[in-house]
């Protein structure tokens, strides 16, 4: 809660700032005969000495922050007494995470030797003269932003020119983001991925067909040596989106057809709202109805049929995802289908064909290149999928074709071994970051595919 | 007029009722792809509706309680904190043994009181804390019932069923059946449900919780992504020079905002929770998920508005000598401004629902109070729609139905808005 008070008092600073700036400026042109011999609105004086104040304190305060546990460690691990400091590293973390544990008032693990109460005790030490530091520290840089500028201000200071410079500047830090987010994305996963290849072989990954990820606790527990081949979950993944696609793709592109060229503007207006309430609907709403009705229905129909279904079965799930994802393909292909020329229409209808020949023959054709990249877009959405598989698909990874039989997906997986409690450096949680690479792969080369074909195909009519 | 010349049109006259038969086959298929379409939203929101709204009434029992000062005060001191500790729950069974009083053995009675909700005591509680000067005196007091009592009020339970398959015996639906016969049964609606957090009690558990953390998890959302989204795409679609590098950044953000959720999730856990010591389960670190999660849906709708404001806005702004950014701020930023908002309430909406990323970082912990800021243990709604959904409580399925028509009220209310925004002040140029 500290550094979000010393956030305000910085704040305080720059809008101190720019006053002061504002002022000066007024004051210099009053010295030298008139505003208009200034070179900037003074306004930018104060934008100037705002910038000031604001930028080098809010970096010195995330420098502050971001090394303050990592600095303050080292400084108490320095001071602790030889038998403790030479203690193996996770040891000596653990020693640590008791010490830290102490000076913020928590349950500590362990009992208290008087040796780490010392350490506690230092620690809340430096900890409290570290934020004092930083506080003053923070607080001295922004003023003497201030001073600084207010000193320089003079009729010839190009500020304004200076504050748009700045200003350019951080919009492409901000415009760099999204490609930070990539790179976070790929050495996040990679990282980790790096690390579980490490324990278990990347054949195994890519080509075993057993997955149980239960490592044994004990070296004598049966049965538990964990198998981590991902074919069963991919091939489940592949088995619900199919599934999903089955639905999604006739019904999606159906009504685009009749919505984009039978359909009255009114019929139009208002059904095209109400099919896209789907797409605005929760994932998790999803789920919900696919475990809590969907799957006993599935399952009740089939028995009524005679029937073996799982309570899971890989049908309810997909089928849900099938809903969820009609109007992400309807809306797709409804784009493509409006960007076919209507002279291409005119031609085929003046041929004397029905307006389903047109249709069929002419318009699905045009349109084919762009409707199959919206299919790929909505196939990666259903591959990555995560909440209704969570709720309404198994855990049990069983390699089978079957709809009626429960599969597990990779998204399940990646949730099930991330939540609860982890351990970094166990191979169950690091295989959730390899499925994580393996996803975000697959998708990502479905979504450039499917992007650079859309794109192609509205140049090409364009 | 025989002439080979007819046969063209004779074969086409031949083939024309099939072709025609064939025309409103096709049309008949589309109309029945939107029809299933909007069977589909009917059924999903009247499957919603009727398993939830009950949810919104909670079945109340009265109970003559006397407070008795032996059992609350016993030394006589007055002492808030003796009072804040006492042993409610104690003078809830002392009263239902005397509504009961032919019930003796040990069994029957723990049975007996699963009538009320383990929780009722708290009613007590706030009432004594209130006013101490209620010790000693006897009143009325309407408390929770316990959630097998509310489901068999509201019919979820099948008297019919055999006894074993029941989760009330005969023995307590006798009790009820006395309760009901003294008037000492009651619905009424739900206000646990808007003002408490969760619970492991269905009867208790609320969404006031879930809702303040979504709220906070949200409100830095808008903070973090609106100004970053507005930046950049002023940057792209305004400075940035056409090349190579603006390119990758355009594709990066295309495939971004395609990337699964779940992604999301793993970057926050990998990046913000392991690196940076961001503290698990709380509203920031979500909020950085979800910031870089809506990005490139902001940004791609930002740079679509600032696309549409025609270059003659800006040659007029700069044939007056204003300088870049000022064309920027001053005169297309505004007209934009519309769209952008459209964009970032579409964001906003997805964010809100979004429910796969967030269980990576934490934020589906068990967590009773109500988060007070951005750094307490937090929930928010979809998490808790999931983590009811998973309880096997039969009163949790209307608690979660009624927890989505929450949640969807809110999302429709955004989407509206966004539709009425970009109608009110949509502008062709």
Not at chain 1, 268 to 282: D, M, N, V
Not at chain 2, 157 to 184: G, H, K, M, T, Y
Request: glycine share 6%; aromatic share 8%; charged share 15%.
């Amino acid at each position: 809660m500290q550094s979000s008070f010393l956030l305000f008092v910085i704040f305080t600073l720059m809008i101190l700032g720019y006053l002061a700036g504002r002022r000066r400026s007024l004051a210099v042109a009053r010295m030298s005969r008139g505003p208009d011999r200034l070179h900037s609105l003074p306004a930018y004086y104060g934008f100037y000495a705002a910038l000031w104040a604001g930028i080098p304190a809010l970096f010195l305060l995330a420098t502050g922050v971001f090394f303050q546990d990592w600095i303050i460690t080292k400084l108490v691990v320095a001071d602790l007494p030889e038998t403790l400091r030479t203690l193996p590293p996770e040891q000596l973390g653990l020693v640590m995470n008791d010490i830290r544990n102490m000076a913020t008032g928590n349950i500590v693990s362990t009992e208290i030797t008087p040796a780490i109460q010392l350490a506690a005790d230092h620690y809340v030490r430096l900890r409290d003269l570290y934020s004092t530091a930083t506080w003053i520290l923070v607080t001295c840089i922004s003023v003497l932003g201030i001073i600084m500028v207010r000193a320089r201000i003079s009729p010839t200071l190009r500020a304004r020119n200076r504050v748009e410079r700045i200003v350019i500047v951080i919009m492409m830090v901000f415009s760099s983001i999204a490609i930070l987010t990539t790179l976070g994305v790929i050495f996040s996963v990679l990282y980790e991925s790096l690390q579980f290849f490490r324990k278990v072989p990347v054949t195994e990954f890519i080509f075993g067909t057993e997955w149980s990820p239960q490592i044994a606790l004990r070296a004598d527990q049966v049965g538990a040596s964990g198998s981590f081949g991902s074919i069963p979950l991919f091939a489940g993944t592949l088995l619900i989106s199919v599934i999903a696609m089955l639905v999604a793709v006739p019904i999606g592109l159906m009504s685009a057809i009749y919505l984009s060229d039978y359909a009255s503007a009114r019929f139009r207006a208002l059904t095209k709202p109400l099919l896209e309430i789907l797409a605005g609907i929760p994932t998790v709403v999803y789920g919900f109805f696919a475990a809590l009705t969907m799957a006993p229905f599935i399952r009740n129909l089939g028995e009524r049929l005679g029937m073996e279904v799982a309570s899971e079965s890989a049908l309810a799930a997909g089928l849900v995802m099938g809903v969820m994802i009609i109007p992400f393909v309807s809306s797709l292909s409804d784009d493509v289908i409006n960007a076919v020329p209507q002279s291409l229409r005119d031609g085929s209808n003046a041929l004397g064909a029905t307006r389903s020949e047109t249709i069929k023959k002419v318009v699905f054709p045009a349109a084919l290149p762009g409707i199959v990249g919206g299919v790929l877009l909505a196939m990666s959405r259903a591959i990555g999928e995560t909440m209704i598989v969570v709720m309404a698909a198994g855990l049990s990874a069983n390699l089978t074709a079957n709809p009626l039989e429960s599969v597990t997906t990779v998204t399940v997986q990646i949730v099930t071994l991330l939540t609860g409690d982890q351990e970094f450096d166990s191979p169950k949680t690091l295989a959730a970051f390899a499925l994580g690479m393996a996803l975000f792969a697959v998708t990502l080369v479905m979504n450039v595919i499917a992007l650079r074909t859309v794109r192609k195909y509205r140049e090409q009519y364009d | 007029m025989t002439s080979p010349a007819n046969s063209t049109v004779d074969i086409v006259r031949a083939g024309l009722p099939k072709r025609y038969a064939r025309e409103r086959r096709f049309r008949l298929m589309g109309m029945l792809a939107i029809g299933l379409g909007l069977v589909f939203v009917a059924i999903l929101f009247l499957d919603i509706f009727s398993k939830g709204y009950t949810a919104f009434q909670q079945t109340y029992v009265r109970i003559q309680v006397h407070y008795d000062g032996s059992v609350i005060d016993p030394a006589g001191t007055e002492n808030p904190d003796t009072l804040a500790f006492a042993d409610y729950m104690a003078l809830l069974k002392q009263s239902l043994r005397e509504v009961f009083p032919e019930v003796t053995d040990r069994r029957a009675k723990r049975d007996l009181y699963q009538l009320v909700s383990p929780g009722a005591g708290q009613v007590l509680r706030d009432r004594v804390l209130a006013n101490p000067e209620i010790v000693g005196t006897t009143e009325e007091v309407w408390v929770l019932a316990n959630d097998d009592i509310d489901m068999l009020v509201k019919g979820h339970i099948d008297r019919d069923l055999p006894e074993s398959n029941r989760r009330l015996d005969d023995r307590s639906l006798a009790w009820f059946d006395r309760l009901v016969d003294q008037d000492a049964i009651e619905k009424r609606f739900n206000i646990t449900f808007f003002s408490s957090g969760d619970s492991r009690q269905p009867e208790q558990a609320g969404i006031a919780g879930a809702l303040m953390g979504s709220f906070y998890t949200l409100l830095l959302t808008l903070l973090f992504s609106f100004p970053l989204a507005v930046g950049s795409a002023i940057f792209l679609e305004e400075f940035a020079p056409k090349n190579k590098w603006t390119d990758l950044i355009e594709i990066n953000i295309n495939n971004l905002a395609a990337v699964p959720s779940i992604i999301f999730g793993l970057l926050g856990l990998a990046v913000f929770i392991n690196f940076f010591g961001v503290p698990r389960s709380t509203p920031l670190v979500g909020a950085l998920v979800l910031t870089l999660m809506t990005l490139p849906t902001i940004i791609i709708a930002s740079r679509s508005a600032l696309k549409s404001v025609p270059p003659s806005i800006r040659e007029a702004a700069m044939g007056i000598g204003a300088s870049p950014l000022q064309t920027q701020f001053h005169h297309v930023l505004p007209l934009a401004m519309p769209g952008m908002l459209t964009g970032t309430i579409i964001g906003m909406a997805q964010a809100l629902g979004e429910t796969a990323p967030l269980l990576m970082i934490g934020m589906i912990a068990f967590i009773v109070d109500v988060p007070q800021g951005f750094t307490d243990p937090a929930t928010v709604l979809p998490v808790q729609i999931f983590l009811w959904a998973d309880s096997p409580e039969r009163a949790f399925v209307e608690r979660t139905s009624a927890a989505i028509m929450v949640l969807l009220a809110f999302l429709i209310t955004m989407n509206l808005t966004a539709v009425l925004l970009r109608k009110r002040f949509e502008r062709r140029w």
